[in-house]
């Protein structure tokens, strides 16, 4: 995509210096399996399978984050992406996150993943926040935004607006899990305040 046409999907960039955001594609996948594989041990990291049903069964939640390559100057390069599912549950578990029930209000999110070169660079929080506004704006059924994270993330996730629910029942890996959650009423009525101090400026 040429760079004077990044918001050509619609979709607006976090930060255009840096990365623009845009959905997932079929040809988007084995890259970011590659980079899933490299993110996660292997008992945690989702399968090339599983993201390419969730890219063509809920590519609407799959959105990645695209910067201007490092190594090929003038060509673009996936450094970023989160991707979720619907479900009609109330409270995460291994049934609700493994399948997409379109007529769900609640979105897992699976995956929030940056590109190993590209960590510590704050690409993650733009990647996150991005995402929630992508949701907020363009999918009015969806009521909440639910994910587990390890222990050590659960800064990084309030940072991004989510709340602690407690630790999860949920088993995958070695690791213990806590589910945080985001309401979307609460995120909408963040961004439309936010889009009035911007749009009022100083007096």
Do not use: N
């Not at 399996?33 to 399978?49: G, K, L, N, R």
């Not at 390419?52 to 673009?76: I, K, T």
């Amino acid at each position: 995509m040429p760079l004077d046409a990044r918001d050509a999907t619609g979709y607006e960039p976090a930060d255009a210096s840096t990365a623009f955001f845009r959905p997932a594609t079929a040809e988007d996948i084995p890259l970011v399996a590659e980079i899933e594989q490299c993110s996660y041990p292997a008992d945690e990291a989702a399968s090339p399978d599983a993201l390419a049903y969730r890219q063509a069964h809920a590519g609407e939640f799959f959105l990645v984050g695209v910067a201007a390559s490092e190594e090929s100057p003038g060509e673009d390069e996936i450094v970023s992406y989160v991707c979720g599912t619907l479900t009609m549950a109330d409270a995460l578990t291994h049934e609700s996150m493994t399948t997409h029930e379109p007529a769900g209000s609640t979105l897992c999110v699976h995956s929030v993943v940056v590109e190993g070169a590209r960590r510590r660079k704050q690409i993650g929080t733009r990647t996150l926040r991005a995402y929630v506004r992508v949701v907020c704006e363009r999918s009015p059924a969806v009521e909440k935004i639910v994910l587990l994270c390890k222990r050590e993330l659960i800064g990084f996730y309030e940072g991004c607006g989510f709340k602690m629910v407690g630790p999860s029942d949920v088993e995958h890996g070695a690791d213990q899990w806590y589910e945080m959650s985001q309401s979307t009423a609460f995120a909408r009525a963040v961004f439309a305040s936010a889009a009035e101090e911007g749009e009022g400026g100083e007096s």
